[in-house]
């Protein structure tokens, strides 16, 4: 997201991008952004402006850099990780001072911008929210903005929410243009000597010398500098030296000058003109342009100074064309699951490349089956759901089976290319993009836009790039999804599928995975009836979340469940669970309540091996944790002993069991949490058992973020019927 130079005054009016939108000379925003960076001494600025759907900023004017440097920007996803969304959704000022602060809170966009610039992006809103302004300056600055940045910045945000509120007052509206506006730099700010005179001395120094805008084209050269470059003068004048140079087109050259635009700090390279000529290039940037010194550094071999060599061939890609996929790349590694998938190529793909619709679905045996669609009205025809891998007249097959993106730039192209497909929408042009991991086809993406698109050729290579990338990211998705569809049933098949009924005693019960990652854990819960009158009530859990963890929790519950079908007391039960943890020696530990309920004598009886307090409510007494002895967790010592511990029950009473995850979270004190639990818990107690369960994991857990498993076990005692 970044930039680079420019300041200009209210009065510019001339652009080199698009027109405003009724064609005027020169857009109302204009004059505020550029004083924007008079008055914060920015060296670029633009702003943009959300879209009617309120889900996408669109880039709308710019000032101070180059537009390619900015395209995987010009259209964002307002619920993208970058500073310009985060300052619209929180409404507030987002400040970077650097690179470090960069990788820090925004390490995909480092990524891709590995140069010294800080940053303010800030929301501009007056009678509603309209979008954001970004301003860059080169280098590092403070870690902080200063009042006066910030009094500046919030005054050019309130100037432009109040033109954006006047136009919309007036029943003329400012909309996002369909090109940014590109608003010229500023000229220099010292005498400017006669072109003669400039061009004389520069012809007199050594080597050669030549000229770049902030777009890169040449704008000046010296004959010395067109004779070291092996090119008359007049045909480099006005173009990109990496395409009038074909020995020049390497992302590390391009790259070099994009270091200079951005930090404003001079940089260097040493490049090879065929056959063995080795000549290096200074580059001097400022707020105009880039001033550049070329000098011979010798013919053979390499100098020393290390310099990678550019690739054979010569056919590289734009520079411009990698940072956009590394910048997707880098977002496609955070997605997890298929749904993770879906949701970033709509949320953050769809916008950069301009699309208004979507749909995405994988192989499954010899049919897709659809994954995703946004964009699209409800009741709009599905084609690709169910679709045949064997009919090749569809256009999302043919990309498929040939592993190569397929492009209409009509619908008169497609239905000449594919006159049998059914298009179910409105749409005018479509990418199909095969979506292959390992040479397997997984699966299929459709990009589909609102008007007619002729896909230039940078854009369909992108696509092509792009599709690789995400048949990567589905695949791995897939994997992700089957192993936590694996996980959760393994899961369910070792927890009870219900709880025993019994006369007298209400029960209700809740598990809850850990939010983050997705192995299982080691929680459980049951409950065991012994006779018509008295219960069992066992929790624990086992260290770990992994398959082994799952393992040794069944065998902990099967055997709770036969020591108290034979009778044993509670310490006993622990005690022989225990001895054949010890013997089974899987490496693993762990902690375990168990409680025997006798509703005749309305009394329990518990053993505690290294496990929370039970809380006890509505017995007498406020609701609080019972001191319960807690002996060795299971698994370590196998002469441990487990002391008993009995409390009165009577009708009424409440017995909450849980695992930690209910409790403990990291910075937070264990025994606060649980006296807290235990307050709510005795505002709340005569509830219904099923609406308290619930009650009780929202207040613990607000929000239903979980750092680890949470089980929970509510037993109330009703009296016998």
Known sequence: MPTRTGHGGPGVGAVTGAAGPDGEESWPLDAALLGALRETG????????????????????????????????????????????????????????????????????ALVLPYAFSLAAAPVTGARRWGAVLLVWPGERPAAESDRERSAVGRTCARLAALLDERAAADAPLEPPAEPRVLPAAAGRGVRQ?????????????????????????????????????????????????????WLDDPLYEDRYRSAVISRRPASFTACRPPDRWLRFRLYPDAGGISVRVTSAGTGPRPAEPVPEPAPGGGHAGAGRLYRLMHLAAALTEATGVEDVVDLVADQIMPAFGAQSLTMATVEGDRLRTVGRRGYPAGTADHLGGLSLRDTSDPAVRSLRSGTPVFFASPEELERVHPAVRRGSDRQAWAFLPLVASGRPVGCCVLAYDRPRPFGVDERAVL????????????RARLYDAKNRLACGLQRGLLPRALPSLPGL??????????????????????????????????????????????????????????????????????????LLTDLDQGLFTSCLYARIDLARHRACLANAGHPPPLLCGAGGPAGPIDVPPGLLLGIDPGADYPLTEVPMPPGSLLALYTDGLVEEPGTDLDRATADLALHLDTVCGRDLEALADDLLDHALPGGRRTDDTALLLLRAAGRE
């Open 506 to 579: 209400e029960v209700a019960a809740r598990y809850l995975p850990a939010t983050r990652g997705m192995d299982i854990g080691g929680d459980f819960y049951d409950l065991i009836r012994l006779d018509a009158t008295t219960a069992a009530a066992v929790i624990g859990d086992v260290q770990g979340h992994n398959v082994a963890a799952a393992a040794l929790m069944g065998q902990v519950r099967t055997a709770v469940h036969a020591y108290a079908m034979a009778g044993a007391p509670p310490d006993e039960v622990l005690a022989r669970t225990n001895r």
């Open 464 to 475: 092509a790039s792009l599709a690789g990338l995400l048949g990567q990211a589905l695949e």
């Open 194 to 246: 006669p072109r003669e005179t400039a061009a004389a001395f520069a012809e007199r120094l050594p080597g050669g010398s030549c000229a770049l805008d902030l777009e890169g084209r040449i704008t000046f050269v010296t004959l010395g500098a067109a004779r070291l470059l092996g090119r008359p003068a007049e045909d480099l004048l006005g173009e990109l030296p990496w395409r009038a140079l074909p």
């Open 42 to 109: 920015a060296a670029a600025a633009w702003l943009y402006l959300l879209s009617a759907d309120r889900r996408v900023l669109v880039l709308a004017v710019l000032c101070g850099l180059p537009p390619e440097f900015i395209a995987p920007w010009t259209r964002i996803g307002t619920t993208a990780p970058l500073p310009v969304a985060e300052a619209v959704r929180d409404q507030r000022l987002v400040w970077v001072g650097g690179q470090e602060d960069l990788v820090r809170c925004y390490p995909r966009t």
